[in-house]
């Protein structure tokens, strides 16, 4: 049996001309072609997304509609790239796949990456919390699959709860507090009974997802991690 790479798979498929390959570009979640335009909202816009089949998905289709009251995304959202075709993830680094305050500034990199295989989508999240009511641009760069994208999304208010609770993470006593001393705030923090709070990414198999299908049954759903 012949193993090809993936990037070759890629560059394979452009070169053959492929329509798939050669017009789809990634797409990307969250963005504010999600959003419609509302004056009541401090942000000046509210989510819209669609609402799945609520006939089916009793619960996700509120869990979706209080979403959709909200004024923007979270601020540590989960962000998604569907690429529609295997890649290299040796290419996935912060210089090809990043947030960005669309005013300017630092460069977002994503961590706590996971790729799903059966959907072809990578999924990851801010290395640092983004600011609230704060518009970003999410950009995939073409040295990952030959194909570039970028959208933009708006952070939704955050509630002073939520802000203090940045500005503990930010001034480290929320760190202190839990009593974490300052060379142990990362991946391979222990508690002193032997407990690990934070698994580093490349020992977490899969996650496993739960959905109440509203027929008296969970449906259950695995999303494997990009390290195995």
Sequence with gaps: MIRTPVAALCLSAALLGSPAAAQAAPQLFPSDSLTVKDGRQLTGERLALP??????????????????????????????????????????????????????????????????PARNTLYGHPRTQLAERTSYRIVVTDAICGQAAATTFTTMSATAGLEQMRSQLDDGSAYADAGIPADQRGLDFVRPDGTRTVFQAANVARIRRY??????????????????
């Design 51 to 116: 609402l799945p089949d609520c006939s089916a998905r009793p619960s996700e289709c509120d869990d979706t509609r209080l979403l959709n009251e909200l004024d923007g995304f979270d601020l540590d959202p989960r962000i998604e790239i569907g690429f529609g075709q295997p890649i290299d993830l040796s290419r996935v680094t912060g210089e090809t796949v990043y947030l960005q305050p669309t005013a300017g500034g630092a460069r977002i990199p994503l961590n706590r990456l996971v790729w799903s």
């Design 211 to 228: 959905d109440d299908t509203g027929k008296d049954a969970l449906e259950e759903s695995l999303v494997p991690n990009s390290a195995i």
